[in-house]
């Protein structure tokens, strides 16, 4: 009797264990975590500077997390260095003897041409700040004058779509549009799983970017800066439910024909 009920604790225990590898099977684990949605690209300078005011007060009352010094250091670098890096561009229309429409790109040293003008240097500039800066540099050689800019934000679009690569695109556009720019979706593309990463680190992950293509929020809203990366995952093969099957079944028939030879010898012993 004793064996027959360690047979059957054994028997319930297999069955158990089955169930569970194929409940678990399915599931995937998901890594990183989602970055709030904001932005403040066009902030002034005196923003910037109340900024770093208000974090510093944080940084006194609560003993300071990780998280708030990052933002100190990286709004305090902002004020020092300015946005703009080289390999940025922006749209300039200008009327000086006539209309025209330019892009103007940021070199080395953070120098930019204006036609037949001498070079100006961006760093120190803000975004907020370029058409100021760029008028007083005009307003030193000529008399008659008008300039803007439009900014441009150079975006690596990455992952399963058909062209690849890396896009100037205005920040007032949709992230829902960096897909058709780069050619639209791949044949395995899920869509629904877009990233953004800065510096190889997760910045707005799914969750984050669905509701933001549903919202239809702009590059800038989401504070997607210029060397970002959007990537648009493929897909993986899922879990064969039909092979899972199989090897359960192959396990198991072993197990149990195991467990019916123990019960043969062990009856065999008994009589």
Same mark, same amino acid.
């Given at each position: ?31 990183? %975590?989602?970055?709030?949605?904001? *932005?403040?690209?066009?902030?002034? =300078? !005196?923003? @910037?500077? /109340?900024?770093? +005011?208000? #974090?510093? %007060?944080?940084?006194?009352?609560? *003993?300071?997390?990780?998280?708030? =010094? !990052?933002? @100190?250091? /990286?709004?305090? +670098?902002? #004020? ?6 080289? *390999? ?7 009327? @000086? ?175």
């Amino acid at each position: 009797m004793a064996m027959r009920t360690a047979l059957r604790v054994a028997v319930r225990v297999a069955v158990r264990a089955a169930v569970l590898l194929l409940a678990a099977a399915p599931l995937r684990a998901q890594d990183g %975590a989602g970055v709030p949605l904001a *932005g403040a690209q066009r902030a002034t =300078r !005196d923003e @910037l500077t /109340a900024r770093v +005011a208000s #974090l510093e %007060a944080q940084l006194a009352r609560d *003993g300071g997390a990780g998280r708030v =010094r !990052d933002q @100190l250091a /990286a709004t305090r +670098a902002r #004020l020092a260095q300015g946005d703009f890096k080289v *390999g940025d561009r922006f749209i300039l229309t200008y009327r @000086l003897e006539r209309v025209g429409v330019d892009t103007i790109g940021v070199r080395d040293s953070l120098r930019v041409s204006l036609g037949g003008l001498p070079d100006t240097r961006l760093a120190g500039v803000l975004r907020s700040e370029l058409d100021a800066h760029l008028e007083a540099h005009v307003a030193r050689y000529l008399r008659t004058y008008a300039v803007r800019a439009s900014l441009l934000t150079r975006v690596a679009v990455i992952g399963a779509v058909r062209n690849p690569g890396y896009y100037y695109v205005p920040p007032d556009r949709p992230l829902s549009d960096l897909v058709m720019v780069a050619g639209g979706p791949g044949q395995d593309a899920r869509l629904a799983d877009l990233e953004v990463r800065r510096d190889g680190k997760l910045r707005l992950r799914d969750k984050d970017t669905r509701r933001a293509v549903k919202d239809g929020r702009t590059l800038e809203e989401l504070d997607i800066q210029s060397g970002d990366e959007v990537r648009v995952p493929e897909r993986r093969g899922g879990v064969n439910l039909g092979l899972v099957m199989q090897g359960v079944l192959v396990v198991s028939s072993l197990f149990f024909a195991g467990l019916q030879f123990l019960q043969w010898y062990y009856s065999r012993q008994d009589g």
